[in-house]
């Protein structure tokens, strides 16, 4: 496998938001990446003070370029928020070659089964069926149950509109690197990148 290397950036401040935070760290690599396209789908996200409660005050991002983590390290949001005091961030160092292999996932269907989706999908079809003069009959609400995830609210620099990311966590996988999406996650289908888990770095 191809040396990986990565960075941490803490947040320094016990009581925030981590979502929020992490989300705009997320926000940071998405726009980095798209001024910098050698890099895409390169770069991985990970939570190494992730648990059941929150994600944890922390996000690591993980890629077998160096100079490229060198860069995004150096973003204008990480170095306003470095000089306030509010963030720490590590040095970009390898990974260590015995760490478990896990991976974060958005999963798209947890945002579809909420109340809102539904409506908003239900109108366009409804929408849909008229114009073709069709009429259709609303299904019945399914419960759906999912393992537990935790929110990441982004604001989106393209459109100004806000999306929120639902994040899942997998463990005992195989390594697959360098295949993220444009946010640096995996998904349920056409990316399946994993990380080093990074819970030890942070001790």
Known sequence: MTQRYYFIVKFLLEDVDAGLLAGRCISTLHGFINNNLTGKNQVGVSFPLWSDDTLGNAVAF???????????????????????????????????TDLPEIRFVRNQTIGKSFLGSKRRRM???QSR?????????????????????????????????????????QSNVEVVDTNFNAYGLATNQAWKGTVPDLKNAML
Request: a negative charge.
């Open 123 to 125: 109108k366009r079809a």
């Open 129 to 169: 069926a008229e114009t073709m003069g069709k009429l259709i009959t609303p299904q019945p609400n399914e419960e759906r149950e999912f393992e537990l995830f935790h929110r990441v609210p982004l604001t989106s620099k393209s459109t100004g509109e806000e999306m929120m990311l639902h994040v899942q966590k």
């Open 62 to 96: 993980v890629a077998d370029d160096k100079e490229l983590l060198i860069g995004l390290s150096f973003q204008p949001y990480f170095s306003l928020m470095k000089s306030e005091e509010l963030f720490d961030l590590s040095p970009v160092v390898p990974v260590p």
